[in-house]
């Protein structure tokens, strides 16, 4: 399933959400009724928190269904908020900004190359999969060059063939380029998907929807 909207008047819905297959994370100011439409169209646990104080929560984390890496900024009591069994652990980088640095599904993980070893390690003992260093497309925020899920993954669209088949052995899953929003190459930034459903910011067109309902088998 997928639905057209916006987070607070905003399309870039993925800067301030954040799912996996069994939960999404969002601001706590969110209006409700988005809240019901990513409940409907993920079939997900929606838990409300800011993460350092800020709106930006799909910035700011990243996740799947074994964890939660979040900014090194973010506040225990917010993340107090999450379900326990999830593995949480904060990114202890000058690059901390997770959601934007970290692209990861049930299988597999890139992460902005400049991220240190030891870092790396952590986030693949909390996520429980494979770390690569990389870049999508010339892009080091690789999450915000590109949506995963346990279906396909959608990557910015200067991605090239060789990076494409490197991705879609490291989350195993067909790799396909796309925008969103009208033209956003920045495609991780327009929508919060799993493998049940995608919610996309309000600016997409049709022909960019169809491309993203066939990226990630959503039909």
Known sequence: MLRLGDVNGNPYVGVFCAASENLAIVPETIEKSITRSLEEVLHVEVVCTNIAGSILVGSLLAMNSNGVVATNLAELKELRKLPNGLNVVHMQEKINAAGNNL???????????????????????????????????????????????????????????DELRELSELFKVPA????????????????????????????????????LEDGLYLF
Request: charged residues 15%.
């Open 103 to 161: 692209l990861v599904n049930d299988n597999g993980a890139c992460v902005h190359p400049a991220t240190t070893k030891k870092a790396l390690e952590r986030i693949q003992d909390a996520l429980g999969v494979e770390v690569q260093k990389r870049t999508i497309g010339g892009i080091e925020t690789v999450g915000s060059a590109g949506i995963c899920t346990g279906k396909g993954l959608v990557c910015h669209p200067s991605t090239s063939e």
């Open 176 to 211: 396909v380029l796309g925008t969103l929003n009208y033209g956003t190459p920045f495609v991780g930034a327009c929508a919060v998907a799993n493998s049940k459903g995608a919610f996309v910011g309000s600016r997409t067109t049709p022909i960019e929807m169809g491309r």
